[in-house]
């Protein structure tokens, strides 16, 4: 009887020419995450499992992400891609022998969801030695065919290049994930031949191998959602569009209403509180939190900060990396704030832009601020103290401190410190030249009759 021991195999060791990109297709981005760390998220919330990842030579940045999100992950190399079979037996040596059940997943179907793949193991374990992931497809396109037996369990599985036309006309597809008990799992292998239209070992002439032992195998189907590999852009944007799909529901079910949830755009990692609400238009970038009764109003950009209860963002606000947004924080339009610390009811409401400053409790950020923190070498830090008023139309030079409680003159540029509750204005002093204005338009009045 098979142990409670898992080992998954993920294959990423194709070529992906149809990518046409110089990165790895395992490392392009869906919802602000690689391909590859959606799938090793699926693998990580199976439960206990040892995770073989089987890469082509030369593929270290792969190799250094997926260390990074799992270092207790083993990398296999397999020397040349001749096929998913092949690859599976490049991770022989990390599988522990013939213990449990051996999970094999593609690194491009990132889609597939964990109790989908719980299921097969279970499957696996209880019910038949080979268990194959099915879906009924619309357009079976090149997808593998799964020809079934008089009484409906699997026979082979059998490829698009290779089909009979009555096998290419079968619509229950291979998903591309298989379960296989460890005892058997090799020595199945080690009967397949290239002896095929691709020159390639398959992975799925398993089924037929086990058959010819007299072994069970099984299918079990998922959504046809669930399935799409990435072979190409195309393919790409159609599993972002899917991913998307899923990341508002699941904001939606947590309690935030999403006022037209088809224009607003978030990352596999955004986390919110209860009670937000976000309007049109809004895109978030990765590593952001946003705590409840926040309100973000349409076509923001908000990534890589934390937005406390009770602020409001936007309309038209970007929130850049390093912000923090503190409690009942008003940010408004065209605001652009970056590793900056709003400190509890300030507000910065109109054409600012706050980078590598903190702004202190109420202070209030008058249209148009900026702190100039960059001197074409060095970053500068600005601070600015609570309860502070920062004229319209300000230039905060950093390194600069505004004291509590102190006010700028509109329009001034600032250099030096300005004390706790004191004055600071810069800029020059304010003249008039009664009737100027008539004389002048009188002026150029007589030249222009002069000249007609
Ligand atoms: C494969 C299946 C097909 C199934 C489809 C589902 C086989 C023979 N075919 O076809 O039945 O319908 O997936 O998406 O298994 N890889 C390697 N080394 C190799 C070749 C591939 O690691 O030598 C990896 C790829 O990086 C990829 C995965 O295996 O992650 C699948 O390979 P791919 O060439 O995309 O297979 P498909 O033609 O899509
Ligand atoms: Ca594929």
């Known amino acids: 009887m098979p142990n409670s021991t898992v080992t998954t195999i993920i294959l990423a060791a194709g070529r992906s020419t149809r990518m046409k990109s110089s990165t790895p297709k395992a490392l392009h981005q869906i919802a602000g995450r690689p391909m590859l760390g959606h799938v090793l998220a699926t693998v990580g919330s199976l439960g206990k499992s040892r995770t073989v990842l089987v890469l082509a030579p030369g593929m270290d940045d792969v190799a250094r992400y997926a260390k990074g999100v799992d270092a207790n992950l083993d990398i296999a190399i397999q020397d040349k891609p001749l096929g998913t079979g092949h690859a599976v037996r490049a991770a022989e040596a990390l599988v522990p022998s013939g213990e449990g059940v051996v999970l094999v997943i593609f690194g491009d179907t990132p889609l597939v969801r964990a109790e989908t793949l719980s299921e097969m193991v279970a499957a696996c374990r209880a019910e038949a030695p080979v268990v194959v992931l099915g879906f009924e497809a619309r357009d079976p396109a090149a997808y593998g065919r799964l020809v079934l037996n008089a009484d409906g369990s699997l026979a082979r599985i059998v490829e698009r290049k290779d089909a009979t036309p009555e096998e290419v006309a079968i619509t229950l597809c291979n998903g591309g994930a298989m379960a296989v008990r460890a005892e058997h799992l090799f020595r199945l292998l080690g009967r397949m031949t290239n002896d095929n239209a691709s020159g390639e070992y398959y992975l799925t002439d398993v089924v037929e191998h086990a058959r010819a032992e007299g072994l069970g195998c099984a299918v079990i189907c998922a959504p046809e959602e669930d ?78 900060g934390r937005i406390e209860e009770g602020a409001q963002i936007g309309p038209f606000a ?135």
């Open 227 to 304: 399935i799409q590999g990435v072979n190409s852009r195309a393919d790409l944007a159609s599993v972002e569009a899917e991913m998307q799909r899923r990341l508002r529901r699941r904001a939606m079910e947590g309690g935030v209403t999403l006022a037209d949830p088809e224009t607003v755009y978030l990352c596999a990692d955004t986390i919110f509180g209860q009670d937000v609400t976000i309007g049109q238009n809004v895109v978030f970038g990765p590593g952001v939190e946003v705590a409840s009764n926040v309100t973000i109003k349409p076509f923001c950009h908000i990534e890589g």
């Open 318 to 452: 970007r929130i850049r990396p390093g912000s923090e947004i503190g409690r009942d924080v008003h940010i408004g339009n065209f605001v652009e704030t970056k590793k900056a610390k709003i400190e509890a009811g300030a507000k910065v409401n109109h054409l600012s832009y706050i980078g590598d400053a903190r702004v202190g409790a109420k202070a209030n950020i008058g249209a148009g601020t900026i702190t100039c923190n960059y001197d074409g070498f060095n970053k500068h830090h600005t601070d600015i103290g609570a309860g502070a008023f920062i004229g319209s139309n300000s230039s905060l030079v950093a390194p600069v401190k505004i004291g509590d409680g102190a006010y700028t003159g509109s329009g001034s540029v600032i250099t030096k410190d300005v004390p706790a509750d004191a004055l600071a204005v810069e800029r020059s002093k304010h003249f008039e030249k009664p009737g100027w204005a008539a004389a002048f338009r009188a002026k150029h009045a007589g030249m222009k009759k002069a000249g007609e």
